[in-house]
C-alpha cells in the first residue's frame, strides 16, 4: 500500500502563490505515476496536473495551464505542485493522487491522500 498526506494549503489572496506538497510512504515512490486533483463544495473532482515516475513528461488541464506547475522528487518521495497567479475559482480541496501505470488525466488512480484545503481571497 502507499499513503500520501498533502500539505502546504491554506488562506491567500488572489494573484498569489501557494506550494502543495505530497510525500508518500509505504512502497516504492518513483515507480508511481503522479497527479494533482481538485474538488470545490458541490462539484464534481476535477483533474489538475500530472506526472511521469520518471518526472520527464508532465501535463496540465487547460484551466490551470501557465499558471501551475508539478514537479517531483524522487529522493524525497515528494511531489509538488507549485500554483501562481491563483484566482477565487481555484478554491477547492487539493487532492494527491499516485496510479502504476501511464500518466492520465482521467480519475483512475490507485492511491489517495485526504487532501488539503485551498482558499483564495478575492
Known amino acids: 500500500q502507499v499513503q500520501l498526506v498533502e500539505s502546504g494549503g491554506g488562506l491567500v489572496q488572489a494573484g498569489g502563490s501557494l506550494r502543495l506538497s505530497c510525500t508518500a510512504s509505504?512502497?516504492?515512490?518513483?515507480?508511481?505515476?503522479m497527479g494533482w486533483f481538485r474538488q470545490a463544495p458541490g462539484k464534481e473532482r476535477e483533474f489538475v496536473a500530472a506526472i511521469s515516475w520518471s518526472g520527464d513528461s508532465t501535463y496540465s488541464a487547460g484551466s490551470v495551464k501557465g499558471r501551475f506547475t508539478i514537479s517531483r522528487d524522487n529522493a524525497k518521495n515528494t511531489v509538488f505542485l507549485q500554483m501562481n497567479s491563483l484566482k477565487s475559482e481555484d478554491t477547492a480541496v487539493y487532492y494527491c493522487?499516485?496510479?502504476?501505470?501511464?500518466?492520465?488525466?482521467?480519475?483512475?488512480?490507485?492511491?489517495w491522500g485526504q487532501g488539503t484545503q485551498v482558499t483564495v481571497s478575492s
Open positions: 509505504g512502497r516504492t515512490f518513483s515507480t508511481y505515476t
Open positions: 493522487a499516485a496510479r502504476q501505470g501511464r500518466m492520465t488525466m482521467k480519475v483512475e488512480y490507485d492511491y
